[in-house]
């Protein structure tokens, strides 16, 4: 169990900081939610600033003495990023490692030359998923928006027909698995098992991209039938003749296909090994399954990886010691707002919970016919449609339902974790900037991006909940 989640059950024994009445309380949640909405939507306020007003909102509407509600946020902001902080920050560094190194460029011209004809929408679902496993969704569009620009001019594909796979690849390894931060948080707040979910959320992302990808393309083709922008692809080929591009751009210098592949999975195939010896085994004290407790664990795994790549991805491509210490702070850059919006959404379930709203949906809930899971997801779905962002509608979502986990087994406390992640994709539209980035990159208007972008991340929220279910019926 994580030390959040422990600290999370510690908090549910023990009296709330307010004995507000079950009313009283879900009028303090609608508040502090609608605070939030509020002002990321109308006030275009950070969402860390938001989070941290709603989670002040809540606890004053809910009658908690103010300097009470500072310290459940507070701890919450704490536990939370020590839970998770250091994992987003070695997947920011294993992600600019592989863009950097030319790895990631290494994997996509390996696959697409040997592919081609109706087996190349199939490939680029292949090429999103490989890449998104380590890299956040914007990097991943920022690194594959190239490749999908190409492809579709020099292969005369509709755009649709290339572009839908791969914004569904690495849309689908955003929301459901980790080391993304939503999935982490989800599974920190829930504690879940990390293992478990990751085996999961693979086994649910399978079908979703499958549908969500190449089958709907098909249609998307059809129904928005545009060509790769030409300003694009200018400034494309204009770059790729900048003699001050990375070294990676040398495709002698680029690492090789199996280590960069290799580098990637690594982390993958601990968590998944430290999962299997644990059902196998499971036996605490056993020698072999502590081993792989710690090699298996999140944090060894991603350091490992961080490590191997300096020699599988950074070395082949020329990058001596001097440039590593610099590549790693320019990963860390980027995901500060990352980290406080993960941060203040923790701060906001801790409040949560500490106010007596856990316990209080865990007790109307029992009278409620609507399965935990899908009330998870619907609770993720309406606030991605309020405020347009995944990772808050996962941080909140978990806060709410986290106590429904409580008596759940590891699987379905997995599952969990999922439905809210399948929650937080569904139905991205004008207060998402994932929207904004699709419509520029691809050149297309408001109503274009609705029919496509908006439908595919819609596609993805229904088939992954749907599967979620499924599978507890199953396990």
Do not use: C
Request: charged share 15%; proline share 5%.
């Amino acid at each position: 169990m994580t030390r959040l989640s422990v600290e999370m059950l510690a908090a549910d024994t023990v009296e709330p900081i307010t004995s507000a009445g079950h009313a009283q309380l879900g009028i303090a949640v609608l508040a502090g939610i609608a605070v939030i909405v509020l002002l990321i939507t109308k006030f275009k306020l950070h969402a860390f600033l938001s989070l941290t007003l709603g989670s002040l909102a809540l606890g004053a509407i809910a009658g908690a003495p103010l300097d009470k509600v500072i310290a459940s946020f507070t701890t919450g902001l704490g536990t939370t990023v020590a839970g998770v902080g250091v994992l987003i920050a070695l997947g920011a560094i294993l992600g600019k490692m592989l863009a950097d190194s030319g790895g990631a460029d290494q994997i996509v011209d390996t696959i697409l030359a040997r592919t081609g004809g109706r087996s190349m929408p199939w490939a680029m679902v292949l090429i999103a998923s490989v890449i998104g496993l380590p890299l956040f969704f914007e990097v991943g569009v920022v690194l594959l928006i190239p490749v999908v620009l190409m492809v579709a001019k020099r292969g005369n594909y509709s755009l649709m027909r290339i572009g839908i796979p791969a914004l569904a690849g690495l849309s689908v390894m955003h929301g459901l698995v980790p080391p993304h931060p939503g999935p982490l948080v989800a599974i920190d707040a829930i504690g879940a098992d990390l293992g478990v979910t990751l085996a999961l959320g693979v086994l649910v992302a399978i079908p979703t991209v499958i549908i969500a990808g190449p089958v709907f393309s098909r249609y998307a083709a059809r129904w928005v039938d545009v060509p790769a922008p030409e300003r694009m692809l200018a400034a494309i080929e204009g770059s790729a003749q900048d003699p001050t591009q990375r070294v990676a751009k040398d495709s002698e210098k680029r690492p090789a296909f199996g280590a960069t592949l290799a580098t990637i999975l690594l982390p993958v195939v601990l968590m998944l090994s430290k999962a299997l010896v644990d059902i196998v085994i499971d036996d605490p004290e056993n020698t072999v399954q502590r081993v792989f407790d710690v090699i298996g664990s999140p944090l060894i795994a991603l350091l490992a990886s961080v490590l191997v790549g300096i020699f599988t991805l950074l070395r082949p491509a020329g990058f001596g010691k001097e440039r590593i210490s610099p590549l790693v702070e320019k990963s860390l850059a980027p995901i500060a707002g990352i980290l406080l919006i993960v941060g203040a959404g923790g701060g906001f379930k801790q409040t949560l919970i500490d106010t007596g709203v856990g316990r209080m949906i865990l007790e109307v809930s029992e009278d409620w016919s609507i399965p935990a899971l899908l009330l998870a997801w619907l609770i993720a779905v309406a606030i991605r449609l309020a405020t347009g962002s995944a990772t808050v509608a996962t941080v909140s979502a978990a806060g709410l339902v986290a106590p429904l986990a409580a008596d759940m087994s590891t699987t379905h406390a997995a599952l969990l974790v999922l439905a809210i992640g399948a929650g937080s994709l569904f139905f991205s539209h004008v207060n998402d900037a994932g929207f904004w980035l699709v419509k520029e990159y691809f050149g297309l208007d408001v109503g274009q991006t609705i029919k496509t972008w908006s439908v595919m991340e819609t596609i993805i929220s229904v088939v992954a909940g749907g599967v979620v279910l499924l599978l507890s019926l199953i396990i």
